[in-house]
């Protein structure tokens, strides 16, 4: 029989969710992306789990089906790998340069 240290019974629900996004985007080579995952396990304090990160290797072609984060069905709308790199880059190029000052002319 094995011991567990402070084993207490759990209850609530349990459900994965992506807690971090890595872009990798380097020089010479095809972007990627990495979902950093965690089970998260509610019902009194919320407990966290880390799991094995998902790679995505970057194909500007392919499709990806746009899911409503609210309600977690279909919005019957698609998304390319391309797209989605050119709103983060757009994102970054927005973060990088300084909105204009109040008065200034646009």
Same mark, same amino acid.
């Given at each position: 029989?094995?011991?567990? &240290?402070?084993?207490? %019974? /759990? #209850?609530?629900?349990?459900?994965?969710?992506?807690?971090?996004?890595? @872009?990798?985007?380097?020089?010479?080579?095809? =972007?990627?992306? !990495?979902?950093?995952?965690?089970? /998260? &396990? !509610?019902? +009194?304090? *919320?407990?966290?789990?880390?799991?094995?990160?998902? %790679?995505? %290797?970057?194909? =500007?072609? *392919? #499709?990806? %089906?746009?899911? $409503? =984060? #609210?309600?977690?069905?279909? !919005? +019957?709308?698609? @998304?390319?790998?391309? $797209? @989605?790199? *050119?709103? /983060?880059?757009? *994102?970054?190029?927005?973060?990088?340069?300084?909105?204009?000052?109040? +008065? $200034?002319? /646009?």
């Amino acid at each position: 029989m094995s011991f567990y &240290l402070h084993q207490q %019974p /759990v #209850e609530g629900d349990s459900y994965v969710r992506c807690h971090q996004v890595v @872009i990798d985007n380097r020089m010479g080579a095809a =972007p990627s992306v !990495t979902f950093h995952r965690e089970r /998260v &396990l !509610t019902g +009194g304090a *919320a407990m966290r789990q880390p799991l094995s990160p998902t %790679p995505m %290797p970057f194909d =500007p072609t *392919a #499709e990806i %089906p746009l899911i $409503d =984060p #609210e309600t977690g069905q279909p !919005t +019957g709308e698609t @998304i390319t790998h391309a $797209d @989605i790199y *050119a709103a /983060v880059y757009s *994102a970054f190029i927005a973060a990088e340069t300084p909105a204009p000052a109040e +008065g $200034d002319a /646009v």
